[in-house]
């Protein structure tokens, strides 16, 4: 089977080839880019939960911005 080229882009990468972040992952703090839920109840128990987020998410935290807030 014949393998499809395509172009790289004008880094020199190939299309889809990982890139190291460029801020700090696996925290929270100023400057780090984070994905956060905080939700009403203990998901792993009851995975439902996130079924309703309108319900029971009280912070939505995406790429470092909130999108939802309901703790004060």
């Known amino acids: 089977m ?6 790289r882009d004008a880094d020199g990468r190939w299309p889809g080839a990982r890139r190291p972040p460029s801020r700090p992952l696996g925290v929270i703090r100023p400057g780090a880019w984070a994905d956060l839920l905080v939700v009403d109840g203990d998901p792993t128990s009851d995975i439902t939960l996130l079924a309703d987020p309108e319900a029971n998410l009280s912070l939505i935290v995406k790429g470092g911005r ?6 004060g």
Do not use: E, F, Y
Not at 2 to 7: D, K, L, M
């Open 2 to 7: 014949a393998q499809g080229r395509g172009s």
């Open 66 to 71: 909130i999108h939802k807030n309901r703790l």
